[in-house]
């Protein structure tokens, strides 16, 4: 089962906006992640967020994190056509050691 | 430094034949490597992780199985594909458990169309 789900699905915005997807996740975890997607692509890391960090940032990311209602946010500044791809949160969970489990995803799409 | 690398790129099967898809990660030891599957156009759904040569948790109840002869080895198989085999499958390495923030290092995919 799927442990997080993105939110939009799609999201589609002109170059120089910002960008921000959320991720909802259902049970306790020890970390986020934040992976991103080019088509037909395997998955890069982004950045990760720990359980006991509300917030972090690398260069143009700025991802949030809040146990308490159980949910992620990923912005992106500064929008660049080169930006344009998936976007998934990907969570452990507090009772696996090994396992991470992807969400849905968000697929982005800067608009020149 | 370390690289994954998984192959074929692509592959057309017909229904009911044998599948083996290899992964290969150089540059590390003792990696945590999984196995994923990503249907068009969704997320991830994680098939096999292991944590040691020998050592294979399964996921999801399938025909598929996974091996893991080596310490840097990690192989996908089906002794008979269906069609509901399609997919994206993605292999990935950690360096250490998940838990203590290891990030997933991805290789770029084999496309399996079964026809």
């Known amino acids: 089962s799927q442990q997080g789900e993105e939110d939009p699905q799609a999201l589609s915005i002109q170059e120089g906006e910002n960008a921000t997807m959320n991720c909802s996740y259902k049970?306790?975890?020890?970390?986020l992640q934040w992976y991103r997607q080019n088509s037909g692509r395997g998955l890069v890391h982004l950045i990760l967020?720990?359980?006991?960090?509300r917030e972090k940032h690398s260069g143009r990311l700025r991802v949030t994190l809040d146990t308490s209602k159980k949910s992620s946010s990923l912005l992106i500044t500064a929008s660049r056509a080169a930006d344009t791809a998936s976007y998934f949160c990907?969570?452990?969970?507090?009772?696996?050691?090994?396992?991470?489990?992807f969400g849905s995803g968000t697929r982005l799409s800067i608009r020149p | 430094s370390q690289t994954i690398h998984q192959w074929p790129a692509t592959l057309v099967q017909p229904v009911g034949s044998p599948l083996s898809l290899e992964c290969t990660v150089e540059?590390?030891?003792?990696?945590?490597l999984y196995w994923y599957r990503q249907a068009a156009g969704r997320g991830l759904q994680l098939l096999f992780y292991?944590?040691?040569?020998?050592?294979i948790s399964s996921e999801v109840p399938q025909n598929l199985s996974a091996s893991r002869p080596q310490d840097r080895q990690f192989i996908l198989s089906s002794k008979k594909l269906l069609l509901s085999d399609s997919g994206f499958y993605l292999c990935?390495?950690?360096?250490?458990?998940?838990?203590?923030?290891?990030?997933?290092?991805f290789g770029n995919g084999t496309r399996l169309t079964v026809t």
């Open positions: 990907a969570t452990d969970r507090y009772s696996s050691a090994s396992k991470i489990i």
């Open positions: 292991s944590v040691g040569i020998g050592q």
């Open positions: 540059g590390t030891s003792n990696p945590n």
């Open positions: 990935a390495w950690s360096q250490d458990r998940i838990f203590r923030g290891s990030p997933l290092h």
């Open positions: 967020i720990r359980s006991n960090e």
């Open positions: 049970t306790s975890i020890n970390n």
